[in-house]
């Protein structure tokens, strides 16, 4: 291969950028095997709330009391699912709150690992017994899981990475993510037949093992870049109020159009996975081909997610900052919605759910996450996960009801709405990025945080 190829060239760039950052390593194997080991556990979740199994997915008693009301719970899988993980999210977000507030970050990053841990290994005996109701209580935990563990990892990112390794470095470590992602189907296609469910639990609780190994490590680079910069210690309790996540929220303007652009982000997506399913059910009604058909997206949203990552996300970020990476993914939606307002067919449905998970996972979130890199450790840790977790969770929940309502009128209907969502969610990034440009540059935040240390 001609060493002044695109491909060395990029090669080279990436084994530059690990030679001089030692920690990169670390996030990359963190963030990989995060997302693998999460993946190996997403078709079970999918299966199970697509199962007509009732008794595997619901107690016995949430069935019988809808029974007796003369309902079907299986009609409504989807949405008593989406219900109840939104009034989880309510519930651990205090406990959350509490949990960063009064330990160091030493303390509640292994603890909050620890704890899906301790529950996988509980999830390998329930489903090791095939005991009922094990479906729902997997498919919330899940959940919890994909949206606090992740929040934890990209909070903690910004603790060990300034704002401008984040443009560097973001992009590489997403794509770490998106092989793992790969990795984790492929893992669960090979061996579920012959180990069984239950010993997938096994499988992903070796993955968080490692990440509690790499938290550890990459401690070490966080505690000195907070002392070069002289900015208060994540060695040291955070303090402040339970709730302060969401006062936040409510209170600054960056946080509420961040989280605005989140929630009609979830609002694009959950109209579309809503659709895509009734189309899949009148197009392909043999099992085998709709499993081929949604096999497919998968594997095509991995890699245009990696292909971006490997040759845009980095370039665009360090090139232009974060516009862009957040302009690009609401504009193509709100052109493949156009499109599937007029032609709601199988293949176009693909398309336009290919481009839009790729965008938010190569593009939009690593954007996103740089905002971080910028602000203070209570608007990372609490605000952040606040923001992914509910409401995220309040979209998801209010969107799914929505769709609901909106597909008694037709395909049709139901992506008109959803183009009306995509331009909330461009119009939402471009009033985030408005309130990003107000933000002092690293430099002043360094400054200021100097000048604070020393009177």
């Known amino acids: 291969m001609d060493p002044s190829s695109p491909a ?22 963190y963030f990989f095997c995060l997302l693998s080991g999460y993946y190996v556990l997403r078709p079970v979740r999918e299966a199970m709330g697509a199962s007509n199994d009732v008794q595997a997915v619901f107690p016995p008693s949430m069935i019988e009391f809808f029974a007796a009301r003369g309902m079907a719970l299986k009609d409504f899988t989807l949405q008593v699912l989406f219900t109840c993980t939104f009034i989880i999210m309510l519930l651990l977000q205090p406990a959350y709150g509490w949990l960063v507030s009064r330990y160091p970050r030493r303390v509640f990053l292994p603890a909050v690992y620890g704890f899906f841990i301790g529950t ?36 903690f990112m910004a603790d060990v990475f300034s704002n401008a390794e984040a443009r560097k470095y973001y992009g590489y470590i997403g794509a770490a993510g998106t092989v793992g ?3 984790g189907p492929v893992l669960t296609r090979t061996f579920v037949e012959r180990i069984g469910i239950a010993n997938l639990m096994l499988v992903s609780a070796g993955f968080l093992m490692v990440c509690v190994f790499c938290q550890l490590r990459l401690r070490l680079w966080a505690v ?26 409510a209170r600054e303007p960056l946080l509420r159009w961040l989280a605005s652009l989140v929630v009609m982000g979830v609002g694009v997506g959950t109209l579309l996975y809503n659709e895509q399913a009734a189309i899949v059910r009148q197009y392909y009604t043999d099992p085998a081909a709709s499993t081929a058909y949604y096999a497919g997206i998968d594997m095509a949203v991995n890699v245009l997610t990696l292909l971006v990552q490997l040759l845009l996300t980095r370039w665009l970020l360090r090139s232009f900052g974060i516009g862009p990476a957040l ?14 307002t007029a032609s709601p067919l199988p293949l176009m449905v693909a398309i336009v759910q290919v481009v839009t998970r790729a965008s938010e996972f190569s593009l939009a979130k690593p954007a996103r996450e740089t905002i971080y890199t910028r602000v203070g450790r209570e608007w990372r840790y609490k605000a952040g996960a606040a923001i992914d977790t509910v409401i995220y969770r ?15 009128f037709g395909s049709n209907v139901v992506f008109g709405a959803g183009l009306l969502v995509a331009s909330a969610m461009t119009f939402s990034a471009w009033r985030l990025l408005r309130e990003e440009s107000r933000l002092p ?4 935040t360094t400054d200021a945080s100097s000048a604070a240390t020393t009177t």
């Open 327 to 340: 302009l690009i993914p609401g504009c193509a939606i709100i052109l493949g919605y156009s499109i599937l």
């Open 120 to 155: 996988l290994l509980l999830f390998y005996v329930l489903f090791d017994s095939g005991m009922p109701g094990r479906g729902m209580a997997f498919f919330l935990w899940i959940a919890v899981f994909n949206l606090f563990a992740v929040a934890v990892f990209w909070s």
């Open 8 to 29: 060395t060239t990029r090669f080279g760039r990436f084994r530059s950028a690990m030679s001089e950052s030692p920690p990169l390593l670390w996030a990359f194997v």
């Open 441 to 444: 540059s690293e430099r002043a």
């Open 181 to 183: 992602a790969i990795l």
């Open 394 to 408: 309040g979209g998801d929940l209010s969107f799914v009801w929505l769709h609901k309502f909106l597909s008694a």
């Open 224 to 249: 000195a870049r907070e002392q070069e910069r002289k900015a208060v210690s994540g060695e040291q309790p955070m303090g402040g109020e339970i709730l302060a996540g969401l006062k936040l929220i």
